[in-house]
């Protein structure tokens, strides 16, 4: 196997920014971007506008923004194989990366693969359909958008998420329902009490949303109640999945540290749990999850592992 100094698992904000970083400190890094686990270049790829990205003061197309990152990080000599790394072994260094048609040795690591928003399979919803076209699984992403403002906004969950994304949306929408397959919310006591207290808040109880429909974005939703089996087609202008997301670390098998969710622990910064492991971006961030917030770890990681390598003696 070829022996690199960094290697970079995922792209995004995250992994595409620890590489610009990498690459400008001489570490000549290796990313492989990704290919039939998820688009390279993150969730972002499948976003339309973005309008909270400082620096593009009229927003930014999600794919043209990672455009943009990608193209900075072979600017700066990036090699980037878009492939998966379908598997690691962490047990020794050199860490040993097996993609899906390239392997390589590592002394250093950066994971950035990010977190899938969990869906439900929602006639409608579907990629294809008005997924990011008023189907969402980011409030404070997406919030804001022309869209959703004054229109009846639609959360699926029943979660603290939920409820903190419901009170946000109520600054934009005309009324925000949240959708609840159960009698009583899962979210803390305050909480929920925020929402039930909230005058621009109703909860729909054993309910679900059974379709989505419009023309060239949300319109409508049919809801059913699940006590009555009363269905209920109602104006809608947005619907947003508050249902939590799954962080992408099934390749590591168990490796590296995580909490309950999975997500990876790190300490110090960008540090693992296994020492020439670093963590940047969603995959190890399960409060902020924006794409300023990944770039900003994708930094920290190169900055990280450059200081960890030299340590090391390589250079």
């Known amino acids: 196997m070829k022996r690199e100094k960094l290697v970079i698992i995922g792209s995004g904000p995250a992994g595409y920014t620890a590489a610009i970083y990498a690459a400008r400190a001489n570490l000549n890094p290796l990313i492989f971007e990704g290919f039939m686990t998820g688009p390279s270049g993150g969730q972002l790829m499948t976003t339309t506008d973005v309008e909270n990205y400082p620096g593009f003061p009229e927003g930014i197309l999600g794919p043209d923004l990672m455009s943009s990152f990608r193209e900075q990080a072979l600017r700066f ?12 072994d962490l047990s020794t260094r050199p860490f040993k990366i097996y993609g899906s048609s390239t392997h390589v040795e590592a002394e250093a690591v950066i994971i950035a693969t990010g977190a899938t928003a969990k869906r439900l399979d929602i006639e409608g919803s579907r990629d294809g359909e008005f997924w990011q076209k008023g189907v969402t699984a980011c409030a404070v992403c997406d919030g804001a958008a022309p869209i959703f403002k004054n229109r009846p906004l639609y959360v699926i969950g029943g979660g603290d998420s939920a409820v903190e994304e419901s009170v946000f949306l109520t600054k934009y929408g005309s009324k925000v329902f949240i959708v609840h397959r159960r009698g009583e919310l899962r979210a803390s ?31 409508k939703v049919v809801l059913r109640n699940l006590e009555t089996n009363q269905i209920e087609e109602k104006d809608a202008g947005g619907v947003f ?32 749990s296994v020492e020439g492991v670093f963590a940047a971006g969603d ?33």
């Open 189 to 219: 006591k305050i909480m929920a009490e925020r929402a039930m207290n909230h005058p621009k808040i109703e909860i729909l109880w054993n309910s679900v949303i059974d379709k989505i429909s419009g023309d060239q974005v949300v319109r």
């Open 77 to 88: 000599g990036t090699r980037i194989l878009t492939e998966d790394v379908e598997s690691v």
């Open 283 to 315: 995959v190890q961030d399960w409060i902020y999850r924006q794409a300023i917030t990944a770039a900003g770890t994708g930094c920290m990681a190169a900055l990280d592992a450059e200081k960890w390598l030299s340590m090391q003696g390589v250079e």
């Open 241 to 272: 999945f508050a249902i939590g997301h799954q962080p992408n670390t099934a390749f590591l098998k168990g490796q590296l540290k995580t909490n309950e969710a999975g997500y990876l622990l790190v300490s110090k910064g960008t540090y693992t």
